[in-house]
């Protein structure tokens, strides 16, 4: 299925590609396949005008391959605003990365200093959602 199919079967959705390499992308798409990721986050800097979609409770959005064809549909069932550093254990093992808040930390920490810097106050777009679609079973 292409992306212009997807979204004619999904009006008002988004599209979003997770992570920042084919490599992380495949990995957190396997994640999501198989239940252990239900959560994700972005620098609150990185959406809005010229930039991310914010995500909006209730709205399903269409995860994508690293080549921009269609992987997933997620709906979105919670948003927060939340600084780095006050982000809890209970996202952090939703998100499906780690075994431990500290490691989700060093892995955050990592992937912000590569994509626009990292500051422990800075402000994430936290994000819960659950998995409605699978266009690799189709």
């Known amino acids: 299925m292409t992306l212009d199919e997807a979204l004619a ?8 590609t997770f992570g920042d390499s084919k490599a992380l992308c495949d990995d957190l798409l396997a994640l999501v396949r198989a239940g252990q ?3 994700t986050c972005g620098a609150l800097r990185d959406f809005g005008p010229g930039g991310d ?3 909006v409770v209730g709205r399903q959005d269409i995860a994508l391959e690293w080549d921009g064809a ?4 997620i709906e979105t069932i919670d948003v927060s605003i ?3 550093c ?3 254990a209970d996202f952090a093992l939703a998100e499906g990365e780690n075994d431990s808040l500290d490691g989700w930390r060093s892995d955050h ?3 912000f200093e590569r994509n626009g810097g990292f500051d422990a106050q800075m402000e994430l777009v936290c994000e819960r959602f659950r998995l409605i679609r699978d266009f690799a079973d189709d």
Do not use: C, H, N, W
């Not at 079967?9 to 979003?16: N, T």
């Not at 269609?70 to 549909?73: E, V, Y």
């Open 53 to 55: 979609a914010m995500p």
């Open 109 to 111: 920490q990592t992937y």
């Open 70 to 73: 269609p992987a997933l549909i």
């Open 37 to 39: 990721k239900t959560a």
């Open 82 to 84: 939340t600084r780095f």
């Open 9 to 16: 079967q999904y009006p008002g959705a988004e599209s979003f």
């Open 86 to 88: 006050d982000v809890t």
